[in-house]
């Protein structure tokens, strides 16, 4: 089924260094970029990380420290990256729990302050667990029938999704084919931060979702306990995360 689409929607897939969004780096980002009326542009980039590529995460995606040697590093394409992606939604596998978060945090790394608060985002993997329980190359099986997919390149794994994407909306025809409601149901949490570590809880307020605060309200802790904010500040956790904390706390300063 073609998506019915009010912007630009951005399907990717990043191949990463590891999975750790604060200390890990993307090496490669495959991207289908779908616009409102149809037309498909595809791109893949391959990125110098500027750090060993660990033999694990080789032995997942098949990249090695020679194959990206040459390559640019994410400084040299974040703006060209940013400038294509502006004002659109984004869906990808897991993208909600991994892709995102890093895309994001490379982009501060880089003095790059992308925008994603107006974005929609449709993580593919959380509407096939909800409905079905499984993986992408069997998401891919199940709904598009082709025993012939191997996960783990980046463009591939981006055509994959979208694949499946579509074959959802005419798998299950309570879904609507609506990226606003595709975005909502493919959450699993309300985020303020793209992390997922401050959330917005049931009455619309934003609580933290870790550690000993969990559940707390986020301006209550910072009144409560000032050096909480100091201790995630000086810890490693995302730089996206700092930042919204950061923009509450000052928020929350002004209105006293």
Known sequence: MKLHLKRPLVIFDLETTGTNITLDHIIEIGFIKVEPNGNETSKSIRINPGMHIPE?????????????????????VAQDLANSFKGCDFAGFNSNHFDIPILAEEFLRVGVDFDFSKSRFVDVQNIF?????????AAYKFYVKDEEFNAHAALDDTKATYEVLQAQLDYYPDLKNDIDYLSEYSSNTRNVDLAGRIVYNDNNEQIFNFGKYKGHLVTDVLEKDPGYYGWIMASDFPLNTKQVLTKIRIENATKK
Not at 129 to 137: F, G, I, P, Y
């Open 56 to 76: 694990g995460s080789t032995a997942v995606h098949g990249i090695t420290d020679d194959d990206v040697k040459d390559c640019p590093t994410f400084k040299e």
């Open 129 to 137: 667990h909800k409905k079905e329980q499984r993986t992408l190359v």
